[in-house]
């Protein structure tokens, strides 16, 4: 069992080795990178590639780590009570049982997302610790004991917003996914737009990493951003030689919506072709 990438994901060497690695230890594979360097969707690629379920948990700034376990709603109990309904005399009724507890009861091995686990509160990941160690945890209200079947894989995803506790860390197998080069944005480029013009994609991918490396940008636009613009190039049909033939008076490129995400950025491309126009005048 292998993960090598798949027809809609790919995964260079080193994503390979982390992910067979992580397998391999039995361990959580925590993965870190840029927004929009396809971390949450290497998780669904993987379930995919492996024919396996897939069970995602994304966690919000108010989640709780117990969330992933289950929750007891003692108040509509409390109000049926009050009702008189039958339901009150089985606690079980009120029992929601959470992603954790989905993938420990998976009939079969499953992939459990955590995804951008630095959103929540700094202690959310160490109160996890031993769930993810034993694969078990202990429901009171039903004094039962609940332990997973088959051990799922477990993606856990961090945007770097926060520290995580060493503790939690020691317990992982971790791997960056860097920022692709162009080469492995061109492979994919391939996989997302098979046929397309490949001069269009030469020449986006120059104003792109172009872009990146403007000083000062708040956000850098990412691969998903990139993608979101070659779609609307392709559809608008806009010809190669427009982005080939730009020059640094004109630093903003064409359907720049798509690349960037706020006005600073917009008013810095724009600062510095009026800088390179009157350079231009000047000299």
């Given at each position: 069992?292998k ?6 994901y790919?995964?260079?060497p080193?994503l390979?080795?982390?992910v067979?690695?992580?397998?391999t ?6 993965i ?12 669904e690629?993987?379930a ?24 007891y709603?003692?108040v ?10 039958e339901?009150?005399l089985?606690?079980?009724?009120y ?23 630095d ?13 993810l160690?034993r ?14 079947r088959?051990?799922?894989i477990?993606?856990i995803t ?13 317990r ?27 001069q269009l ?6 104003v792109f990493?172009?872009l990146r490396k403007?000083?000062g ?11 979101d ?13 427009v982005?080939?033939?730009r ?31 009157r ?5």
């Open positions: 069992m993960f090598t990438g798949s027809d809609h790919v995964a260079t080193d390979q080795m982390a067979n690695a992580a397998i230890l039995q361990r959580p594979l925590l870190k990178g840029e927004p929009g360097t396809g971390k949450t969707m290497l998780a690629e993987l995919k590639a492996l024919d396996m379920p897939l069970i995602s948990w994304h966690i919000k700034s108010t989640t709780k780590a117990h969330q992933g376990l289950y929750e709603d003692a509509s109990r409390l109000r049926d009570s009050q009702l008189g309904d339901k009150v089985d606690i079980r009724n029992i929601k049982k959470g992603k954790l507890w989905e993938a420990f009861e998976s009939e079969r091995q499953a992939v459990l997302l955590i995804d951008e686990i959103k929540a509160d700094i202690e959310f990941p160490n109160d996890l610790l031993l769930e160690d694969m078990e945890f202990y429901v009171y209200e039903t004094q039962e004991r609940i332990q997973a088959t051990r799922p477990v993606v961090s945007n770097n917003e926060k520290e995580l506790p060493d503790a939690f860390l020691r992982c197998f971790f791997h960056y996914i860097n920022f692709p080069d162009a080469d492995t944005m061109k492979q994919i480029i391939d996989v997302h737009f098979p046929g397309v013009q490949q994609v030469h020449n986006a991918l120059e990493f172009d403007v000083p940008l708040k956000k850098k636009p990412s691969t998903s951003e990139l993608l613009w070659l779609k609307l190039l392709v559809a608008d049909d806009i010809p190669p030689d982005l080939q033939n020059d640094s008076s004109s630093a903003i490129p064409p359907l720049y919506g798509a690349l960037l995400k706020n006005e600073q950025d917009v008013q810095l491309l724009q600062k510095l072709a009026f800088m390179a126009r350079s231009g005048l000047g000299g």
